[in-house]
Structure formats: structure tokens, C-alpha cells
């Protein structure tokens, strides 16, 4: 039994079942009996909702004994049960942001005329974010509306005042004017960093280029120098700093320089930046280096910048956010990897025990044995690698590709070609029917596999490929390269001295 509901209610604390039954028993919210005897059946199987034997039918009957069952109408009653949880999710999200909230309150005061709640309702607006410490473009957006709602009061009474009116009507207008500007010089910088990465990780040149062009028209550092001179809070320049470097270790990209600019004013600002800066900035600070080593090649010193960069977001939980606590899998996939190449071996095995942990339950199992397999796989333990490989639930996995890769791997280290041909084949028909990979990542991995296929070929001497046409495959641009160019080696080593024992 498939439906968006039951999916939708896994992801509900016990709080919510709670809080969304009295939600359903509003009748301001819900007008329908049935959608509360339907979630309250479901109830029964939280949170795993495992119902084995349980049917739509079953359920109808539960529900309306009386009436005889209908598919449809059971399909549509699953459907506005999903609509009430969504609708659940929009009312008490609003609920529990207040500065938001009051936004959409004080739209009805203006279009009802309630101008002394309305301004009322704008200085308790005021106060409420200026106790906000979270100095992010979600504020300075929502400041933005604060003062342009303030402005339009200030309007209002504009003739009643004289002089003292006007003055707090330009004083509105300027203010608003300055987080319009905040916001748009740091959802800017933001948009032109994620672009750039883009461009330069998948070669997609030209198809953002009005966006740098309306960049590159922008005086954009000029305007951060004016906003900075015209500073009152120790935060906003710490903010505007931080953007400001990143702008030039954008533009500057391949003089290293600018990305220690960009490092130094994230760490000297850390106390001034929100959670979400923080774990914003650093993120940053980390694709940075990795665009460093895909295009100017990998290095020990890229590697050890960014095993700082992990270890210094993990040590600081600046891998959390205001809206998930839980260490991204991402993250803790790509710190394992680099410890790994740098042969930290023991810290490997401490920071996996330690914080796989604090990744979602959902994943935790099957990143964990995937995580020994990539550590053992690193050491050369190979049958241990593929042990752990074995014990990952390969429908739930999120990292299929690199399971793969390794297990391909793994296998031809073993010498167990037969195997390995199979994985190949199944590799090939992955690639063809997953509609996630890019065609670019697609071309990448058939090539791998296609490299490993004709050293099989070559090491099973089935005389239907050459060392030469295997460096020749070389050239293409191929995922592993130091691994394959390694087993190569171990080729031309093992021919030279199968070799020298003839001639002598």
C-alpha cells in the first residue's frame, strides 16, 4: 500500500501527531470526520507505518463499515489527507516565525485601515528582530519589508507633522533603501558563486552569461565600501566583509590569494555570523578547494587545506543549520575520502565511529558499513572491503555509483574477473536507465568501466587487447586515474620480469 500520506507522516515527531490530530479536529481547518478516523487508523502503525496485510479495503472498512469500499474515493481520501499535513506544515511554520507572521497581519491592517495596529504591530516587529542575532538575507529581506510598512505609515501621516514627519519618512525610506541593498549584494555574490561552480565543475559556459553581465556592469565592490562606510551595527560589516571577500576570490580564482583573503574574514568574523553564515561560508570555503583539484589537478596542499576545513566544521558543529542538526552525508562522505588519501588512517576509523552518529537514522546503517568498505578498500583489506559492501541495502543507498566503482574495483584486485564482468554489465545498463547522472558524469564512468573491462581482457590473455590500446583509452578523461595507472605499473612490472626469467 502505497500512498504521499504515510510517507509524509513518517516524518512526524510525536509532537506533531499530537499538535496535526487537533488540527484535523478544528473545524475551521477540517470539515471531514473521515480524514480523522483515517489518520487516526494509520496512528496505529507509527512511526515505522510497517502494514503488512493492511489494504485500502481494509482500511475503508474501518472507516465506514457500512459503505461499500471504492477505490476512488479512497485514493481521493488519501490525497486531502496529504493536503492537510501540507497545509499543516505552512500554518504552524508560520506560526513559529513571528517576524513573518506579523508581515502578513499588518497586509490585513493596511487593507483595513487599522493604521494604529498596523503601527503598533511594526515597532513589536522591530523589536522581535532586532533581538534576532541571525544576521542572514532572510533578515535583511524581512527588515526591508519592516521599514517599506514603516515608510507607508510615515506617509500617511506626513501632513499632520510638518517638518518632524518628513524627516521620519525620509529616515523610513533610507533605511529601507539599505536592506534592499544588503539583500540584493549577498543573494547576488551567492548566486554568482553557485553559478560559477557550476560552470567550472560541469564546462556549461554561456548559459548564465546576462547574469555576469548585469555582475560585471555593477560596481558590486564599490557598493559594499558604501554600505560599509555607512554602518552602524558591527554584525552588518562583519556580513558585508565576508561577502565582499568571497566576491573576490570568485573573480580571482586562480590566484590563491584571494581564497586566504576569503578564509581569513570567515574566520575573523565567525563570532558575527549567524549558523547558517557559518555553515554558508565554510560550504564555500570547501568547493573552493575542490574546484582547485579538478581543475588544477589534485595535491597534498589541497587535500590538507581541505582536511582542515572538515575537521574544523565538525570540531565547531558548524555542519548544523537552524533548520537540520543532522551531518550531512555529503559532508561526511567527502571528509572520510580526503583522511583517507591522506592516510589517516586512525582518524578515519575515530571519526566514523564518531559521527555517523549524527547523521540522519535513516541512512546511518548503510553509511556506516559503507564508510569501513571505503577504509578498508583504502588499506588494501579487500575481502573485508567487499564484506561491509555486502551489507548495504543497495535500494536504500544513496551512493550507488560510488558503491560501484569500488566494488569493481575491489573485485579485480581480488582477481575475481568473472565477478567482476558482471558488475560491469550491470554498471553498463545503471548508466543507460538512471535519470540523476548528468551525461557528462555518464561519459566519465563508461569510461572507467571501459578501462577496467580491457585490463580484464588484457590479464585473462584473451589476445583481444593491448597494453598500447589501454594507454591509449588513457587519454579520455576517466574517474581513478592514479588507481588505474597503478595497476598498470603493476603490468609492465610483472611482464618486465616474466621477461628477464625467459632470457635467463
Known amino acids: 500500500m502505497k500512498h ?264 575573523r568574523n565567525m563570532d558575527m555570523l549567524s549558523v547558517d553564515e557559518r555553515r554558508f561560508h565554510f560550504r564555500g570555503l570547501i568547493k573552493n578547494c575542490i574546484l582547485r583539484r579538478k581543475i588544477f589537478g589534485s595535491s597534498k596542499q589541497i587535500d590538507t587545506e581541505l582536511f582542515f576545513l572538515y575537521g574544523y566544521m565538525l570540531t565547531m558543529g558548524i555542519y548544523r543549520s537552524t533548520v537540520n542538526d543532522y551531518l550531512s552525508v555529503d559532508l561526511f562522505r567527502n571528509a572520510l575520502k580526503v583522511a583517507l588519501r591522506l592516510k589517516k588512517y586512525k582518524w578515519s576509523v575515530s571519526f566514523i565511529k564518531k559521527y555517523v552518529k549524527e547523521i540522519n537514522p535513516e541512512w546511518r546503517k548503510n553509511i556506516f558499513f559503507y564508510s569501513l568498505a571505503e577504509y578498508y578498500f583504502a588499506r588494501k583489506m579487500f575481502k573485508s572491503a567487499l564484506k561491509y559492501f555486502h551489507k548495504i541495502k543497495y535500494e536504500e543507498f544513496l551512493y550507488k555509483v560510488d558503491m560501484k566503482n569500488l566494488m569493481l574495483m575491489a573485485n579485480f584486485e581480488l582477481k575475481h574477473y568473472e565477478t567482476a564482468l558482471t558488475i560491469i554489465d550491470s554498471f553498463y545498463h545503471f548508466l543507460s536507465n538512471d535519470k540523476a547522472l548528468s551525461k557528462e558524469q555518464k561519459k566519465l564512468y563508461r569510461n572507467f568501466v571501459k578501462t577496467i573491462h580491457l585490463l580484464i581482457l588484457y590479464v585473462t590473455s584473451s589476445g583481444k587487447t593491448s597494453l598500447d590500446d589501454i594507454e591509449m583509452f588513457l587519454k579520455n578523461e576517466i574517474p581513478f586515474r592514479s588507481w588505474i595507472k597503478e595497476k598498470l605499473d603493476e603490468i609492465h612490472s610483472q611482464t618486465s620480469a616474466s621477461r628477464k626469467k625467459i632470457s635467463s
Not at 472507516?63 to 499535513?85: E, G, H, R, W, Y
Not at 505552512?90 to 493604521?115: C, D, I, M, Q, W
Not at 504591530?121 to 535583511?140: F, G, M, Q, S, W
Not at 548566486?191 to 556592469?217: K, W
Request: net charge positive; hydrophobic share 40%.
Open 4 to 267: 504521499k500520506a504515510i510517507d509524509t507522516l513518517k516524518t512526524f515527531s510525536n509532537g506533531d501527531i499530537k499538535s496535526f490530530r487537533s488540527f484535523l479536529l478544528s473545524p475551521f481547518f477540517n470539515h471531514s470526520m473521515k480524514l480523522l478516523k483515517l489518520f487516526d487508523t494509520l496512528c496505529r502503525y507509527y512511526p515505522l507505518f510497517e502494514m503488512k496485510g493492511l489494504t485500502d479495503e481494509k482500511i475503508s472498512k474501518i472507516i465506514s463499515p457500512d459503505v461499500p469500499f471504492n477505490s476512488s474515493t479512497m485514493k481521493a481520501l488519501f490525497s486531502n489527507l496529504q493536503k492537510k499535513c501540507l497545509e499543516y506544515f505552512a500554518v504552524t511554520s508560520l506560526k513559529n516565525r513571528p517576524v513573518e507572521f506579523s508581515f502578513y497581519l499588518r497586509k490585513e491592517l493596511f487593507k483595513r485601515g487599522l493604521h494604529t495596529e498596523a503601527q503598533n504591530n511594526v515597532a513589536e516587529a522591530l523589536r522581535k528582530i532586532d533581538l534576532d542575532k541571525d544576521i542572514n538575507t532572510d533578515y535583511y529581506l524581512n527588515k526591508f519589508k519592516i521599514m517599506n510598512d514603516k515608510a507607508n505609515l510615515s506617509s500617511i501621516y506626513i501632513s499632520k507633522s510638518g517638518k518632524e514627519s518628513i524627516n521620519a519618512y525620509v529616515s523610513n525610506l533610507k533605511n529601507r533603501g539599505r536592506y534592499i541593498l544588503y539583500f540584493f549584494l549577498t543573494e547576488t555574490v551567492r548566486e554568482y558563486e553557485n553559478l560559477s561552480a557550476i560552470e567550472m565543475t560541469f564546462n556549461a559556459s554561456g548559459e548564465a552569461s546576462f547574469i555576469y553581465e548585469i555582475i560585471n556592469t555593477l560596481d558590486l565592490e564599490k557598493i559594499f565600501d558604501v554600505l560599509k562606510e555607512d554602518e552602524e551595527k558591527p554584525e552588518y560589516a562583519a556580513v558585508l566583509q565576508t561577502y565582499k571577500a568571497l566576491l573576490n576570490s570568485i573573480k580571482s580564482f586562480r590566484d590563491q590569494r584571494g581564497y586566504l583573503e576569503y578564509k581569513n574574514a570567515v574566520v
